[in-house]
């Protein structure tokens, strides 16, 4: 492994960019296209599940950035890095724990479906702020 890290470091150093842009863009339609596939399935999801994941989003979010008030630079991002961080392990321990049982992985999957949707808006409007501050 050593040796080929030294070996093509500049080729590897090239195609990151690239293959960072490709590897996000097969996640998303991973993900899209597991729900789609997966249709009936999360049409069978009560109500309050979907509800309760929104709000499990919301206050993954908002608590840190609550808390770190007199962070102004950094309280954002905390947020966002706050309430994403666990949909990785939650995911891992699905698959492997409950491969029986596909509505768990289903809902952990909705559930960072609709975070990066959230995510997204909060970040951007984070961002819209920041350019706004900076400009005056």
Do not use: C
């Amino acid at each position: 492994i050593f040796f080929v890290r030294n070996r093509y470091a500049g080729i590897a150093i090239k195609l990151k960019p690239a293959i960072s842009v490709i590897s996000n863009i097969f996640m998303g339609l991973m993900m899209v296209l597991t729900l789609i596939l997966h249709w009936n399935l999360l049409m069978n999801f009560r109500s309050e599940v979907i509800f309760s994941a929104l709000i499990f989003i919301l206050v993954l979010f908002f608590m840190p950035y609550l808390l770190f008030i007199k962070d102004k630079d950094n309280r954002l991002l905390i947020g966002l890095s706050a309430s994403q961080r666990n949909l990785g392990a939650a995911a891992t321990i699905a698959a492997v724990s409950f491969n029986n049982q596909p509505k768990i992985l289903l809902m952990i999957l909705t559930v960072s479906f609709f975070s990066l949707i959230i995510l997204f808006v909060f970040a951007k409007m984070g961002n819209r702020a920041t350019n706004k501050l900076n400009k005056t």
